[in-house]
């Protein structure tokens, strides 16, 4: 089956510092990529709709400026947590769509200190 | 707007009992109903889905059918394993042209005792 990979699987970084995060679709090409988070116990909450070649479109209350999509190939699209806080501190997964049906990186766990 | 209801958790079973998680959904049109299946620790596997009324999705012994006059996709096993463990999320897409995205439900948290 498709295969979505994603890197780093996780990252601890100091408060302030950037992280950037990577979405790889191996064995497909992807036009679309999803960006989600997950806190703990709960659903995914999609952040980021990220289309190769175009600007992100982002949900409402995600801030564009803070977390900095970039879809540049149709096998990578990267997340980049500007100025990272402790808050910011959560589960990221990334999906591609390859056909009709979403596959699902392993997901990156970021921890602020 | 699309909505899914899953099946308030967590739900714990003894091994190799039934398992039924329900779902249902409001969507507009003819979605494709998905369940996901995330293990601990890990991101989301998918486990099965169906495209059209009346498709059934199976994997792994899980089962799901497409019920349109009940919007309905509910989960089942016949008997469950220690491994089944994990967070099942029943998910809809409104169409397959690629830049849709998903709509999930809450999530079940599923416990299997050995």
């Known amino acids: 089956g498709a295969v979505v990979s994603q890197h780093p699987s996780w990252v601890i970084c100091k408060s302030g510092t950037s992280v950037k995060i990577e979405c790889r679709s191996l064995d497909f090409q992807a036009t679309t990529m999803f960006w989600y988070r997950q806190f703990p116990k709960q659903s995914l909450m999609l952040m980021a709709t990220s289309n190769e070649g175009s600007k992100a479109t982002y949900e409402q209350g995600v801030e564009k400026d803070k977390f900095l999509i970039n879809h540049a190939s149709l096998t990578l699209s990267t997340l980049t947590v500007t100025s990272a806080h402790p808050e910011d501190s959560s589960f990221y997964i990334c999906s591609a769509t390859g056909g009709e049906t979403q596959y699902f990186g392993p997901g990156t766990r970021l921890l602020v200190l | 707007g699309n909505s899914v209801t899953q099946m308030e958790g967590p739900v714990t079973l003894s091994e190799e009992a039934f398992l039924t998680i329900n779902c249902t959904y409001t969507?507009?049109?003819?979605?494709?109903l998905f369940w996901y299946v995330q293990y601990p620790g890990e991101g989301l596997q998918l486990l099965l889905k169906?495209?059209?009324?009346?498709d059934k999705g199976s994997n792994k012994g899980f089962e799901a059918t497409y019920r349109k006059e009940t919007t309905s996709f509910h989960l089942e096993k016949g008997s469950v394993q220690v491994s089944d463990s994990a967070v099942y999320f029943c998910?809809?897409?409104?169409?397959?042209?690629?830049?849709?995205?998903?709509?999930f439900g809450t999530g079940t948290r599923l416990t299997i005792i050995p």
């Open positions: 998910a809809l897409i409104r169409s397959n042209f690629g830049n849709e995205k998903l709509t």
């Open positions: 169906a495209t059209k009324a009346d």
């Open positions: 969507a507009t049109g003819y979605p494709s």
